[in-house]
C-alpha cells in the first residue's frame, strides 16, 4: 500500500471549517483513499472513502486532486467532540476478496479549540 | 445493531504468561481482523479471518494467533507473553472484508505486560 503524509497536528476554531491534508504522492490507480479517527481510548472509527471523485457523506467531505497524489478531509462545522486523531490511508482495491491489513502512520492530531 | 464489542476492555499479566482477547463481531459480519497499537509503532495489522479460515496475516511472531467460531466471534491468544506486547489490542469486523468496504472497529482490550 503506498504511503501518506499528513501533518502531525492542527488546530480549528469551534464551527469553522476544519481542511486535514493528505499527501499521497506514490498512489497507484487502483487504491482507495480512506480516512478513520480515534478518540482517546477508542477504536478507529471510519470517516469517507473515495477513488478519484469527491466524496461527501453526514461527517465529511473528501477531496481529491486530478492527479490522485493528494486529498483533503473536510469537517464543515467542526465541534468539541472532532479532536482526535485522523488518519489517512490507501488501500489497494482487491476485488478478489481478502481484507488487507490496513497500515496507520501517525495520522494528524486534530485540535477543536472553543 | 450492536457495535463490536471487545473483552476484557483492560487486563494486567506477566511476562511469560498467556493470554486470550475476545471479540464478537456486528451481526452479519464474516471478516474479522486484529490489530496491535502501541504509541511507538502505532497501529499495525495482526491477521484477518474469514468463515473460520485465517485468510491474511501480518508481521508478528508465531506466538500470536487466532481463531474464529462459526458464529464469526473471534479470539486472539497471544503466549509467553513479552514486556513489549504491552499495547492496545483493536478488532475491526465487515461484512465480507474485501478492500472497498468500511471496517467498524471496537474499542480494544488494553494489555499491560508487567
Known amino acids: 500500500d503506498a504511503k501518506t503524509t499528513q501533518p502531525p497536528s492542527m488546530d480549528c476554531a469551534e464551527g469553522r471549517a476544519a481542511n486535514l491534508p493528505c499527501n499521497h504522492s506514490?498512489?497507484?490507480?487502483?487504491?482507495?483513499v480512506y480516512w478513520y479517527r480515534q478518540i482517546h481510548s477508542q477504536g478507529p472509527q471510519y470517516i469517507i472513502h473515495?477513488?478519484?471523485n469527491n466524496e461527501t457523506n453526514e461527517m465529511a467531505s473528501l477531496i481529491i486532486t486530478e492527479d490522485r497524489k493528494s486529498s483533503t478531509l473536510i469537517l464543515p462545522h467542526a465541534t468539541l467532540r472532532d479532536t482526535a486523531v485522523y488518519y489517512c490511508?490507501?488501500?489497494?482495491?482487491?476485488?478478489?476478496?481478502?481484507?488487507?491489513?490496513?497500515?496507520f502512520g501517525k495520522g494528524t492530531h486534530l485540535i477543536i479549540q472553543p | 445493531k450492536a457495535g463490536v464489542t471487545q473483552t476484557p476492555r483492560y487486563l494486567i499479566k506477566t511476562r511469560g504468561q498467556q493470554v486470550t482477547l475476545s471479540c464478537s463481531p456486528i451481526?452479519?459480519?464474516?471478516?474479522v481482523s486484529w490489530y496491535q497499537q502501541t504509541p511507538g509503532q502505532g497501529l499495525q495489522f495482526l491477521f484477518e479471518y474469514f468463515s473460520e479460515t485465517q485468510r491474511n496475516k501480518g508481521n508478528f511472531p508465531g506466538r500470536f494467533s487466532g481463531r474464529q467460531f462459526s458464529n464469526s466471534r473471534s479470539e486472539m491468544n497471544v503466549s509467553t507473553l513479552e514486556l513489549g506486547d504491552s499495547a492496545l489490542y483493536l478488532c475491526?469486523?465487515?461484512?465480507?472484508?474485501?478492500?472497498?468496504?468500511?471496517?467498524?472497529f471496537g474499542s480494544g482490550t488494553q494489555l499491560s505486560v508487567l
Open positions: 490511508i490507501v488501500r489497494v482495491a482487491n476485488s478478489g476478496g481478502g481484507a488487507d491489513g490496513l497500515t
Open positions: 506514490t498512489i497507484s490507480g487502483n487504491e482507495y
Open positions: 451481526s452479519g459480519h464474516r471478516s
Open positions: 473515495g477513488l478519484k
Open positions: 475491526a469486523s465487515s461484512l465480507q472484508g474485501i478492500t472497498n468496504e468500511k471496517l467498524f
